[in-house]
């Protein structure tokens, strides 16, 4: 089951509630869309960072408010701020949702609204699921009229494909290039700076938000680019640049610490200002945050692999034009191995959580070429 085309009409919630969600323009007219009239489940398919989550909270607050969505009233606020009842976050406790968690829902799905009409509940990471799925499949097929699920998804393995069809798709693909490199001139990001942001954030509003206020991105590109030159073949050197190139990873998680911690204050401050004791679902958040940390840096490193990537290929391009050096078939032979090297490597990163190691033996592979 897929969203249908959008319909344009006055009675839509407002554009408001999804401000947050960059580039994804057929997304969010879909879900204003539907939230007019609702059915049981939706499934928001897409990568980190596409928009899905914050879309997600917006078409919460579109089925909560009393007024159809508009974005001014005391519950859209509360919803937006994720700090209303009738809006359930349900985050996995585990490395994946698992069956216990999912079997749970079926009770959270039985329960009344506090507030509203109806109950909105979120789940994440839908994806990780696989050995919950069937759990899962009951839990959605047939809630109470007054309860709608929102499942978030990275992609669609087949295992889920029975979930996935009993659910409205809505497909949230990676934000365009040029999408996030407007959004990014629109904050004030200087247009050199903006180009190279939006090619490292690879299509992830996220990362670029936090790129954008990360004044070490840019030394960080130019220290991944500089590798080729400066491997000698020693193990030495290549344990050094290894251990640089980490420094530089770690710091460049102090913007997205910085962000996170802002978040719980502020999430904090407005859960005091609309009466509540404490933030709700803390230890949930905190949960999120760490795994968004995992993820920052997994996702830093296949940047930088794709930098170093690159400048192999612009090296190999070189050497083929000019085909000055005394070796020049020797050499671009070597270029095109590190560039299948840095293939290899990149797509084994969610199976190598030690990630010195990994980058010492990939720099001892890439300085063994050039000799």
Known sequence: M??????????????????????QPAAVAALRVAARRPVHAYLLSGPAGSGSRPAAVGFAAALLCPNGGCGDCTVCRRVMAGTHPDLVMVERTGAALGVDQARALIGLAQRRPLETERQVIVVTDVHLALR???????????????TVFVLLADDLPPELATVASRCVTVTFPPVPRTAVEQWLLGRGTPAAL?????????????????????????????LWRSVPGALDGRGATAADRARALLAAI??????????????????TEEAETLGERGLPGRRELTER?????????????????GVLARAYRDRLAGRVATSST????????????AVDLLTAVTASLEHNPNELLLLEALLVRLGALGD
């Not at 509003?205 to 590109?221: I, K, N, T």
């Not at 770690?250 to 999430?267: M, N, S």
């Not at 795994?291 to 692999?305: K, S, V």
């Open 132 to 146: 919950s799925a069937p759990a899962l499949l009951k839990t959605v097929e047939e809630p109470p009229k007054s």
């Open 250 to 267: 770690d710091t460049g998680l102090e913007p997205l610490r910085a962000a996170q911690a802002a978040e719980i204050e502020r999430l």
């Open 194 to 222: 903006a180009g190279a942001i939006a090619e490292g954030a690879a299509g992830d509003v996220d990362r670029a938000r936090l790129l954008a206020d990360d004044p070490g991105f840019a030394e960080r590109l130019a």
């Open 326 to 337: 005394a070796r020049p078939a020797e050499e671009a032979r070597a270029d095109e191995q």
């Open 289 to 305: 945050q760490h795994r968004e940390e995992r993820r920052w840096r997994t996702d830093e490193l296949r940047i930088g692999l």
């Open 2 to 23: 897929t969203a249908s085309s959008p319909v344009r009409s006055v009675d839509l919630p407002s554009p408001v509630l999804f401000e947050a969600v960059v580039g």
